[in-house]
């Protein structure tokens, strides 16, 4: 069995895996949008998921088996739900603002998930993570800077989103608690797609085969990165592999610019790396604390 310090002796592996997942994920959100020209969000969202079930199947068997009392099928179907929304928003938000914005942007899902832990699951808030809480949020104004320029229904979509998933991972931590882990993602996988479908036939427009491939590219792309975490999270600490997801967002800035003709802004890099500081803050107390970890150990889109 891994202690802490067989993980920490292989903080190069994990860093390296932690950059692996981050590519996979920023490569994800470009294709995403890339695909945002040619298929209506809430359609690429549902297929995204529906094609993502294939993922799904080595754990159909004890999905199947497994009895789940009334109360976690609750939890599951309002999971799917919240999750649902932060999808087709986050979708939508894909295609209205920069790529490195809906990057720096999903970097405050875990500071509302620390917000939520504190009202939901009875956690405590210290002084020192008010301070990186305010901090971050400081962070999204610098991003957003309301009054300087104009707020469009993207960084709104994205604000909602990373609501919407902060929400998500409190029911799963605590469904996570009674239900493997894997049988946990597999719920959120089949309620989701069971939530867009009525709203992607409502949208529904024809695509060729090639989109198709693309669609499976993006669902393989997504479950790579959460393979690369789950590793990365395996061989080294918290403390040791959140800081390499800042390249996340450096990806993402040079991407933009290459491939999108984006400008590269220096205030979203600013305020994206205060909130990644003080994520990253957040979870070394919590390693140094010893304490049972409460909010995301990855900030990368799980979408």
Known sequence: MSTPDSKQQR????????L????????MTALVKVMGGTMHPVQLA??????GLVFVLPVIRPLITTRFTPRQWSLFGIRGAMHS????????????????EVTAM????????TLGAVFLLGEKLAARRISAIVIALFGALIILRPGFRDVSPGHLAMLGTTLMLGGSYL????????????????????????????FAVAVWQPFSPSD??????????ATAGHYGMTRALQAAPVAVTQPATFLQLVWSVALGALAFDEGVDPWVVAGGTLILASVSFISWREAALNRRQITPVNIAPKL
Do not use: H
């Open 106 to 113: 999903n970097y405050l899902t875990p500071i509302y998930v």
């Open 171 to 198: 029911l799963a931590k605590v469904t996570v608690d009674e239900v493997r882990p894997a049988l946990v993602l597999a719920q959120m996988s089949l309620w989701v797609t069971l939530f867009l479908a009525p």
């Open 85 to 100: 929304v932060a999808v087709m928003l986050w979708f939508y938000a894909m295609t209205q603002i920069p790529l490195a």
């Open 212 to 221: 198709l491939g693309l669609v499976f590219l993006i669902a393989a792309l």
């Open 20 to 27: 692996a997942a981050g590519l996979c994920f920023v490569l």
């Open 46 to 51: 549902f297929l995204r998921y529906l094609l």
């Open 11 to 18: 903080p190069l592996a994990g860093i390296l895996w932690m």
